[in-house]
């Protein structure tokens, strides 16, 4: 892995996204948003994961509009909110989102946003780690850009990836926040690109090639298949099912061309629980709350299963390699698409001769 400087990461992506035609705050927010996955270790839906996405569905393609506006919606529950995200830049309406939420949740205990015309907003990892730092307990899911997910049983993919991530204010306790946060498939499709990238074969039975029969090749994949065979499946309809109640359309016709009077963009939700809402402050032994989160957590983890990880482990582990790194990590294959996109947005190019991280 190569130690590429913070700043020189934040103004190339920002440039690849003004280049794009959005606005300086939303550039911004991407470059933000982007730098948070790589510090953490998040590989699958880093910048050039996002670019990509733009590229293919975003601002090229119609499905995100640069310097759109957010129009919340009237709502007769002081604690919830519904936006229509007018197709506006996925990270920025995130971002926003969770921010909403977290003063809801500090006037009235919990909060929730509904999010309609929504454009992917990557990583719903970092939105509930960002506020698990902050003390609240945080959730999202979202639908994806594409149904490329084939139902467990079915043949044909109807169903996006379809993440869920929640985030716990458990520094106190274990020293980060925990982040349980999974595509509901075997694996993330910006995985699957990460393998094609890198050359690699895929693990077997994560996905199928367009005959519908299984393939460790990335360069054949056309679905992913549920992880846990119905568990996953029931878990990425939840999403769809969330998606319908707030006004998304069909899965198989996002981001794709559509007919008229359908839609062709996913939906976001987020949930902040201040901790308060939910104590009954009877904790056992006379434990005060975080005492009891911990002791809860090293119960978990005791009577041998002192080796298992905990969700946000590794992500923790990833920011702290960043930190003792210097910078951010990318592979020389990672850093040769970034200066493709420099090259494309007049950006001076990352250099090829980074200095290598040693980990020892």
């Not at 716990?168 to 690109?193: E, K, L």
């Not at 996953?232 to 309809?237: I, K, N, Q, R």
């Not at 482990?313 to 951010?328: M, P, S």
Request: charged letters at 20%; hydrophobic letters at 40%.
């Amino acid at each position: 892995m190569r130690i590429v400087p913070f700043q020189t990461h934040q103004s190339l992506v920002k440039a690849a996204y003004q280049f794009r035609g959005y606005t300086e705050a939303e550039s911004d927010d991407a470059a933000r948003f982007c730098e948070m996955t790589a510090r953490h270790g998040i590989r699958t839906h880093n910048a050039l994961k996002a670019i990509h996405l733009d590229d293919h569905f975003g601002s090229r393609a119609g499905g995100c509009v640069p310097g759109a506006g957010i129009d919340k919606l009237p709502s007769r529950f002081p604690a919830s909110e519904v936006w229509d995200a007018n197709r506006k830049l996925g990270p920025s309406v995130g971002f926003a989102a969770m921010e909403r939420c977290i003063k809801l949740a500090d006037d009235y205990g919990i909060a929730q946003i509904s999010v309609d015309n929504a454009f992917h907003y990557l990583w719903g990892g970092g939105y509930v780690l960002d506020a698990a730092k902050r003390g609240y307990i945080a959730y999202t899911n979202c639908t994806a850009a594409l149904a490329e997910v084939v139902p467990f049983g079915g043949k044909f993919p109807t169903l996006g990836t379809n993440p869920h991530s929640w985030g716990f204010p458990t520094t106190d306790a274990v020293g980060y926040p925990i982040v349980v946060d999974w595509a509901t498939s075997t694996m993330a499709m910006g995985r699957v690109q990460q393998f094609k990238r890198e050359g690699t074969a895929l693990p077997p039975n994560v996905a199928v090639d367009a005959s519908g029969n299984y393939t460790t090749n990335p360069n054949e994949v056309s679905a992913l298949v549920p992880f846990g065979n119905h568990k996953g499946y029931g878990l990425s309809l939840i999403n769809e099912i969330y998606s319908a109640f707030t006004g998304g359309s069909l899965p198989t016709l996002r981001s794709r061309e559509i007919p008229e009077g359908e839609k062709r963009t996913p939906t976001f939700y987020f949930q902040v629980i201040h901790p308060d809402a939910i104590s009954s402050g009877e904790f056992a032994a006379g434990r005060d709350r975080d005492a009891n989160v911990k002791a809860v957590i090293e119960d978990v983890l005791g009577h041998g299963n002192d080796a298992c990880l905990l969700p946000g482990q590794i992500v923790a582990q990833g920011a702290a390699r960043t930190e003792k790194a210097g910078g951010l990590l990318f592979t020389d294959a990672e850093i040769n698409e970034f200066n493709e996109l420099a090259a494309e947005c007049g950006h001076a190019l990352i250099p090829v001769d980074l200095p290598s991280f040693d980990e020892a």
